[in-house]
């Protein structure tokens, strides 16, 4: 299977303008330059595809191997082409001469020639020195070119020009600058990376380029998006977390990204020494070719890092100065290693692999021993470009156990200092690993792991450290030191998928109630924060008010300042918005006052979730990046980053930058969250992905029923919501909205046990209430889907009735949802269409609309129809909202409110098209009377219509009209 060409519009464009110019009658020359693999053979071919009859192409190119010994090599399949083409006999004198200046044939055996037209052979050829026969194929060629050029247009592509002979070199430039308005198209292709300094090639394109009448197209690595379109297209799978990573280690190259998706899974750190593979092998062969001198420095670089400073090369590389920089030089032009403003680094993470794995293991221990050793103690270490993370990677690359743990010890200081958890994180837990057992530092290393895991976004790595400080910890003798390592377990794994609950209940027994400590206060803001997640808003903002009075009795500003954000949270889960924002405002004074970075970035997240529910999208769009740029400088951009992110997407999905919202939701998942925000991110992209008629890829972001079941009730109140809409929306796309069946099921059973939220997912009701409609318009005859259809809009208005919205954007799904339970009326259609309005809630808008065109069309009031549809069209259309567009069209040719489509009656078997929409609600055994709803027309019309499709078909009833119909292709 070829791979979609992806990410070269713009130099798609740029040939196209080329030969643009040969079809206005004058000639064009682009040179095509890109490193191996890059694309430009399949650029030109993507190119030539499309062109007309009235184009010529010829191709030529050169072989990698003796090509100097054998002039115009790269020209002979051109000539041979344009003779072939010809077929007259001067050409065939071109060819000649060219033969005889590339000496490929012995004298005894003559290359083949075209069959030359009946008549008297040409005379013989005088013998010319090579300066007149080289001149004198120059001025054959080109007359054979004008020639060629007379009738249509010639594309004339020379490839791999980095190996040309030095005749093809002259050759092509003399083309290049004596083409003038002939009707030609020029195209050479060079790779970089294959020319050293000097090389005529080289000079060749320099002068070349400089010449105003010359294109250059530089081909660039592929953007992280179009590795993510092109993974998609080659296997099927689309997920931005492996685009994202693949990227990193092709550096985008195409040919890099195809053989990464072919040789998946593999291992991807240099360190660990990856097995072969055929991408490797061809890497390797690479180095393989530079000189003797090159390929140490290479190494050396590839054990120093990615990228590595010019002065620790010079000092790990320990050679003569003019050495090592013919050496660099000789990388550089090769574009082994790109020049940076301090040093070089690695064109390709994948080439740096392919190098370090291609070294022997005591060789590798060896050179990161010499390149600690080097190091140590060295006071210019920072300048040198190799903190002290990266001493701390040699000495254990090197084998050097304790060097190696100290070393750890001191880059995980580095790392909190700089709040970079991640990699203090990753620090302690190398430090765990060589520290011996018995260790009496082990606890702290694991709460500092603990702490680090935290802001860090790492619950996997936070649980085990939890398990192994509370084995070290005596909770009969430190209650309140085991309570707090429960704590933070909980939060671990609420992290994971929300089931933290027992380890909270766990801390509660060890913590009497009576006793005011600080890890009772933190208690009660978990225990707050959880019941506000679960959507119990009382008892969440009972235990608020229990860490604000904690707080008070022990004049304990961290408690202050978590009462306070938990205060906010608990009055959001109520709608109780303005008691949110002043308990929020609060929270932010003291935990900048105090520098409480956690409660702070926590707090900013429901400050975003606030405006949200308050519907001010446009102030959510412009907060939450700088609510994330302030994570991101805390460190903790991996923790609460997913979720900045979806509150970030909800805004711009609402206000209608569903571009940016796209880009948004795969940045984020790019990142590789944890489970339970993948989920999210990807319920999101899922329902941009079905709004924009991609139905596949919606289906494939749905989270699975093993997704969804697995961890807490409160994961599934969190989700269940989410994906039961989603599954809805989706089977009703499909037009088969049977198939949500077990989905909507499966939720009301929740939604009905004691388990569930008091307050039932807005979403879901709504996704629901709109598949009953989409159920019974499809089966109106079915009295089994009816009777229950009924009984799950009764369940639903029940479970609506405890909802009781106070805030503007909940109170918008109330409208809505309602509207969709009701009797269809067009007043309630139109009030939901305000609340959306009010709130600039484009989705909300688009879908109220178009049921308030079909509610005022079922009343007659066609105009009114007409005015909605148009409206959600306009709102629809700059989306690229296809499934909405879809639905419009469809309703707007049901109720003929668009000028009627005129042509050949006899496409259609002589059916108008009135009567072919009747034809095919006819086939499916709708009567009369549906079949008016269903076109909002009357019965009595709808029985001319039947009557004249009988005779048109000379059929004598509904079932031979509908046999008729089909086998004359009309319903198929």
Known sequence: MIAPYVGRDAEL????????????????????????????????????????????????????????????????????????????????????????????????????????APGPAPPSEPAVEAPSGRLALLHELLALIERAASGRRLLLVVEDLHWADSASRELFGYLARNLGRLPVLLVGTVRTGELAAGHPVRQLVAELGRRPDIGVLSLEPLGQRDVGELLTAVDGRYDPARAAAIHRRSGGNPMFVEALAREEPRTTSPATGAGPSPLRTLLQERVARLSEAARPVLAVAAVAGASVSHDLLTLLADRPDGELNRALRELVEHEQLLPTASGYEFRHALMREAVYTGLLPGERRRLHARAASALTGRPDLATLGLPAAELAEHWHLAGCADEAYRAALVAADEARASFAYGAELRHLERALALQAPDDPARLELHERAIAAALPAGQGEQGLRHCAAALELVDAVSEPEHAALLLLDRAQCRSRLDLSGRA?????????????????????????????????????????????????????????????????????????????????????????????????????????????????????????????????????????????????????????????????????????????????????????????????????????????????????????????????????????????????????????????????????????????????????????????????????LTGLLAELRPRAPYPMAYQATIAAALGPGRLADWDEATEHWRRISHVPGMIESLIAAAEAALAGSNRAGARRRLEEARDLATPLGAQLYLDRIAALGRRARLESPVTGNEADSGGLTPREYDVLRLLARGLPNRQIAAELFISPATVGVHVSRILTKLTATTRTEATARAHSLGLLD
């Not at 924009?692 to 969804?708: I, K, V």
């Open 503 to 795: 380890d909270v209940e766990r801390a509660r027994e060890l913590l009497p109630p009576d006793r005011p400590s600080y890890a009772l206060g933190l208690l009660h803001y978990v225990l707050a924060i959880d019941d506000a997640t679960g959507r119990y808003a009382d008892s969440s903002r009972e235990h608020a008010r229990r860490v604000l009075e904690l707080g008070e009795l022990l004049d304990d500003y961290r408690l202050r300042c978590r009462g306070s954000a938990a205060l906010g949270m608990a009055e959001l889960a109520g709608d109780n918005l303005d008691a949110a924002e002043v308990a929020q405002a609060r929270a932010r004074r003291i935990a900048t006052a105090i520098g409480d970075d956690f409660a702070l970035v926590a707090n900013s997240l429901w400050e975003c979730a606030r405006l949200g529910k308050a519907g001010l999208f446009e102030q959510l769009a412009a907060q939450a990046p700088v609510a994330m740029r302030e994570a991101e400088l805390l460190g903790m951009g991996q923790w609460r980053g997913p979720l900045f992110m979806v509150n970030l997407a909800i805004a711009q999905v609402c206000v209608g930058r569903w571009d940016d919202a796209v880009l948004t939701l795969e940045q984020a998942l790019a990142e590789e969250p944890e489970t339970l925000y993948a989920l999210v991110l990807r319920l999101q992209l899922g329902t941009l992905s079905l709004w924009r008629g991609d139905l596949d890829r919606a289906a494939a972001l749905m989270p699975t029923p093993e997704e969804l079941h697995r961890g807490s009730p409160v994961l599934r109140n969190y989700l269940l919501g989410f994906a039961v809409s989603s599954a809805c929306a989706l089977a009703v796309a499909r037009q088969d909205p049977e198939s949500a069946g077990p989905a909507v099921a499966d939720f009301l059973r929740h939604a009905l046990s004691p388990e569930a939220s008091p307050k039932p997912d807005q979403d879901a009701l709504l996704g629901i209430a709109m598949l009953q409609r989409a159920r019974l318009a499809a089966a109106p005859r079915n009295r089994e889907i009816a009777a229950d259809a009924a009984s799950i809009r009764a369940t």
């Open 13 to 116: 464009a740029a040939l196209r303008t080329a030969a643009a110019r040969v079809e206005a009658g004058d000639s064009a020359r682009v040179l095509v330059v890109g490193e191996a693999g890059i694309g430009k053979t399949r650029l030109i071919s993507e190119f030539t595809a499309p062109l007309g009859a009235d184009w010529l192409t010829v191709t030529g190119g050169c072989p990698e191997l003796g090509a100097e010994h054998f002039p115009y090599v790269a020209f002979l399949p051109v000539v041979q082409q344009l003779v072939v083409d010809e077929g007259g006999a001067a050409s065939q004198t071109t060819l000649r001469i060219l033969l005889r200046q590339h000496p490929t044939t012995a004298p005894d055996e003559p290359a083949p020639m075209p069959a030359e």
